[in-house]
């Protein structure tokens, strides 16, 4: 069977499955690539947002990867992930014979090994694929994609990454090696996000200028991709999600398990941890992870920019 890279006249055919704030940048960058793609969410909103863009919607992800060359799952974890693929009204059902399931989820390396089995024991392909980048890179086709899987997998999906990343790194032909890349993403980016966090607070502590300590910090060393990135939130007293603190709460503890059955220390992910769940039990788990600034606050009674000791939504 020859490959879709193989076919320049045909357009191929994609579902994403997800339409939040990373699955509808993503479904646009494909769009804006010539690939014909139909939107799933369980929120009719995502997929009226896809409509207004001129996409196609679809009631079920069975309904949106039908003949589908190409299924694009952006869902939170590796339970939604399974439901997609094999619940009732799940893609399996409808993909073309020989498309690539491409999973953007963060789980455990394992169990993406699992999905992999028993994706390709039905005649499909399985890419591991979980990315990095946020929202605006999503919109852009700037993603970075860490994906691990077969030549093939990696051939027939190859339109799609194309369109949706700026950097797409093929770490290995099996599925796991991927998820694990993003792992070691997740551990630096939910520790770095609450150092940001305690930082920014800790300032407002010794009664400095926020602004200015954000201007000094992001040219000195003490820089982080993700205090330059998540403070703004913190000074603007917007907590808007979008990433929320329930994302670290379950990316932390899958790291946590990972090292706890190599016998691994991850003491300062252990710290973070502990914050992400202080936060969520505090009624901030659905709100942005930078709302971690308010937690310390509340802490320590130190006054933020906005309603620093209430959860927003």
């Given at each position: 069977?020859s490959?879709?890279?193989?076919?320049p006249?045909?357009?191929?055919v994609?579902?994403v499955?997800?339409?939040?704030?990373?699955?509808?940048?993503?479904?646009?960058?494909?769009?804006?690539?010539g690939l014909?793609?139909t939107?799933?969410?369980?929120?009719?909103?995502?997929?009226?947002?896809?409509?207004?863009?001129?996409?196609?919607?679809a009631?079920?992800?069975?309904?949106?990867?039908?003949d589908?060359?190409?299924v694009v799952?952006?869902?939170v974890?590796?339970?939604?992930t399974?439901?997609?693929?094999?619940?009732?009204?799940?893609?399996?059902e409808t993909?073309r014979?020989?498309?690539?399931?491409?999973?953007?989820?963060?789980m455990?390396?394992?169990?993406?090994?699992?999905?992999?089995q028993?994706?390709e024991?039905?005649?499909?392909h399985y890419?591991d694929?979980?990315?990095s980048g946020?929202?605006a890179?999503?919109e852009?086709?700037?993603l970075?994609?860490?994906?691990?899987?077969?030549p093939?997998?990696?051939?027939?999906a190859?339109?799609?990454?194309h369109?949706?990343?700026?950097k797409?790194?093929e770490?290995?032909?099996?599925a796991?090696?991927?998820?694990a890349?993003?792992?070691?993403n997740?551990?630096?980016?939910?520790?770095h996000i609450?150092?940001a966090?305690?930082?920014?607070?800790?300032a407002a502590k010794?009664?400095l200028d926020l602004?200015?300590?954000y201007?000094?910090?992001?040219?000195?060393?003490?820089?982080?991709?993700m205090?330059?990135?998540?403070i703004?939130?913190?000074?603007?007293?917007?907590y808007a999600?979008?990433?929320?603190i329930?994302?670290?709460v379950?990316d932390?503890?899958?790291?946590?398990?990972?090292?706890?059955s190599?016998?691994?220390?991850?003491?300062?992910v252990?710290?973070?941890?502990?914050?992400y769940l202080?936060?969520s039990?505090?009624?901030m788990?659905?709100d942005?992870d930078?709302s971690?600034?308010?937690?310390?606050?509340?802490l320590?009674?130190?006054?933020?920019?906005g309603?620093?000791?209430k959860?927003?939504?």
């Open positions: 069977m490959s879709l890279s193989e076919a006249g045909r357009t191929v994609a579902a499955i997800g339409l939040g704030s990373m699955g509808l940048g993503m479904a646009r960058s494909m769009k804006r690539a014909d793609v939107g799933y969410d369980i929120a009719p909103t995502a997929v009226d947002r896809f409509i207004a863009d001129g996409g196609r919607g009631a079920t992800p069975a309904n949106a990867a039908k589908a060359d190409i799952s952006v869902v974890n590796s339970a939604q399974e439901a997609v693929l094999f619940g009732a009204g799940g893609v399996t993909m014979p020989g498309a690539v399931f491409v999973s953007s989820a963060t455990d390396p394992a169990v993406a090994r699992d999905l992999s028993r994706v024991a039905l005649g499909f890419l694929a979980p990315v946020g929202a890179k999503a852009s086709g700037e970075t994609i860490m994906a691990s899987g077969s093939r997998a990696f051939d027939t190859r339109p799609a990454l369109a949706m990343a700026g797409i790194y770490l290995g032909d099996a796991g090696t991927g998820a890349f993003k792992m070691i997740q551990l630096l980016a939910g520790v609450a150092a966090c305690e930082a920014i607070t800790f010794q009664g602004d200015k300590v201007e000094v910090i992001t040219a000195s060393a003490g820089n982080s991709w205090f330059e990135n998540r703004p939130h913190v000074l603007a007293g917007n999600p979008l990433s929320t329930e994302i670290f379950k932390l503890g899958i790291v946590q398990d990972m090292a706890r190599e016998r691994y220390p991850v003491p300062l252990a710290a973070a941890l502990q914050m202080a936060a039990g505090a009624g788990g659905r942005d930078s971690l600034a308010r937690l310390y606050a509340q320590s009674g130190t006054q933020l920019p309603l620093s000791g959860p927003q939504s």
